[in-house]
């Protein structure tokens, strides 16, 4: 896959992460390495800002935590976009899950572990990395 997947793949993201801040209903975890790799890099440029304002409506910071369970967006995504791609099962060397895609085709769920989850990006000590402006 190409970064511009996965940087679409991450507008997307933002995009639910920044309505579950604006709902109340907190963190989206990345559970996607291929997506989380091309986050990183953004978080460093001068245009996340305004990448991230373009889909979240707000910058959006980014923050190290460990996690696994139901990636409980999924649900959003699929009303918003229809069915995630496979880049969601795609680790950062570009390897497809195959076993991890087809259980999710079968169920409609995803159970997985993260890394990391956005944050509301307001300079209140839970942003981790520098967000480039």
């Not at 291929?34 to 910071?61: C, K, N, Q």
């Not at 069915?83 to 969601?88: E, K």
């Not at 899950?97 to 000590?125: F, H, Q, S």
Request: glycine letters at 14%; hydrophobic letters at 40%; one cysteine or more.
């Amino acid at each position: 896959m190409s970064t511009t997947a996965e940087r679409r793949e991450l507008g997307r993201f933002l995009a639910i992460a920044g309505q579950r801040f604006e709902n109340g209903e907190g963190p989206a975890g990345m559970f996607s390495r291929a997506v989380d790799a091309v986050w990183h890099r953004m978080l460093t440029i001068p245009g996340y800002a305004a990448f991230s304002i373009e889909h979240a409506g707000t910058v959006l910071g980014h923050r190290e935590t460990n996690g696994s369970g139901p990636i409980s967006w999924v649900a959003v995504y699929e009303e918003e976009y229809g069915p995630l791609p496979g880049i969601w099962f795609t680790d950062a060397d570009g390897v497809l899950d195959k076993a991890a895609l087809a259980r999710y085709e079968e169920t409609g769920e995803v159970v997985a572990e993260w890394d990391c989850v956005p944050t509301t990006g307001d300079g209140d000590g839970d942003d981790e990395l520098s967000v480039g402006r």
